[in-house]
């Protein structure tokens, strides 16, 4: 098989960047491991940025967000019994949040993508990147009790932190950074009507916990939890009683509760991987960094990332011009290191850390107390939330 740019993934990163670039006139073939209803059913983030909006938006792939997703103008910060509001229209005017799950994002990419002919090769198994250190790259792969190969002009590693694009750059080329926080969360879906209109993140003594929503019918909770915690140790009745004690803690607030349709833990890290490519193989999403989900930033960050590779892929097919190339990974590192660092204030801004005493304590109170009632705090917080506005794709300086 021949191809242009040869994708490892059909995560919200491959078939985004699948699409964007046959609107630009550039074949791929995308390879995925899963299966079809694997990928359209795994379910993960589902905040997206008004960057990100717009552009699945202008992709043409937006119809059904615009339709079923939930757009918040806020979220809330609960602490010391009372809430308040982070108003994105009074503080980021014209910028805000929708709430549509990172599986329904799949949906639509994988019938856009099938409807415009697009090759998505699912079940390929065995997967390995070659020859991306010269002018030949290709991949092969097992599918069908058969070995395969897929030759391109790049390739796209877009299958994850657990992938094996990032393990196939040679030892010594890239320098890693990560993170590990001494919790995780306890991650809730639940067949209820949302108990409030937008985001709450409430911290408390107890622990942080998070009220979420995928529909109006559907809804998406998180506890903070020990990194090492058994889910045996949480059937359905101690959720819902950890989670009214740590949200109702403002008056006249109850928590509504329903059939628990699926819970797991999950540890809380932070990693990149700098540089976010190697000759012609080019690293996005999760595979080139992961944030804690306190910012809401996973997915985000992976539309950013294939959207620079697009442009810089667009450059190099209609005029040569490699300079976007050259210049990915500082251009996606950019944007990709200030959403660590927000992710990372979210973290601690909210969570309970065993290692703090009274006086720590009191100093996290002290800062939300700040964010809370200080109109340039709350500013930062909202433009960070909401997402940053697109950085310009930077060409690699001479030299």
């Not at 995560?11 to 694997?38: F, K, M, N, T, W």
């Not at 306890?186 to 929503?213: C, D, K, Q, T, W």
């Not at 540890?267 to 910012?295: K, N």
């Amino acid at each position: 098989m021949r191809t242009q740019v040869a994708i490892v993934g059909a995560g919200p990163a491959g078939l985004l960047l699948s699409h964007l670039l046959h609107q630009a006139g550039i074949e791929s073939v995308v390879l995925e491991a899963r299966s079809r209803d694997y990928v359209e059913h795994r379910v993960r983030a589902g905040v997206l940025e008004q960057g990100t909006v717009d552009t699945l938006i202008s992709a043409g792939v937006g119809e059904r967000m615009l339709r079923e997703g939930l757009v918040h103008h806020g979220i809330e910060l609960r602490f010391g019994g009372a809430g308040h509001r982070i108003a994105f229209e009074k503080l980021v005017p014209g910028r805000a949040i929708t709430v549509y799950g990172q599986q329904e994002v799949v949906k639509d990419l994988i019938a856009a993508r099938l409807a415009a002919g697009g090759q998505i090769l699912f079940g390929a198994t065995d997967v390995v990147p070659e020859g991306f250190d010269g002018l030949h790259p290709r991949v092969s792969f097992a599918r069908d009790g058969e070995r395969g190969v897929l030759e391109a002009d790049f390739i796209a590693g877009c299958d994850g932190f657990h992938g094996v694009c990032r393990d196939a750059i040679p030892a010594g080329v890239l320098t890693f950074f990560d993170k590990e926080y001494p919790f995780g969360w306890l991650g809730v879906l639940a067949a209820v009507a949302p108990s409030a209109e937008e985001l709450i993140y409430a911290s408390n003594p107890r622990g942080f916990a998070l009220h979420s929503m995928r529909s109006p019918k559907v809804s998406r909770f998180y506890l903070q939890v020990a990194p090492d915690e058994d889910i045996a140790n949480w059937p359905d009745d101690r959720i819902w009683d950890e989670l009214a004690a740590r949200l109702e803690t403002v008056p006249g607030w109850s928590l509504s509760t329903g059939p628990v349709m699926e819970k797991g833990i999950t540890p809380m890290r932070s990693f990149v991987a700098e540089p976010m490519q190697f000759g012609r193989l080019f690293l996005a999403g999760d595979a080139a960094h992961i944030v804690p989900p306190t910012g809401a930033k996973g997915l985000n960050l992976a539309a950013f990332d294939v959207t620079v590779l697009t442009e810089a892929l667009t450059a190099w097919y209609s005029a040569g011009d490699s300079a976007l190339l050259d210049g990915y990974s500082q251009t996606c590192l950019r944007r990709v290191w200030r959403a660590q660092h927000f992710s990372w204030w979210m973290t601690t801004l909210l969570h309970s850390f065993g290692s703090y005493d009274a006086y720590d304590r009191r100093l996290q109170e002290s800062y939300l107390d700040y964010v809370c009632t200080s109109e340039a705090a709350s500013t930062s917080l909202a433009e960070n939330y909401v997402g940053l506005g697109r950085y310009h794709v930077q060409p690699q300086p001479a030299g």
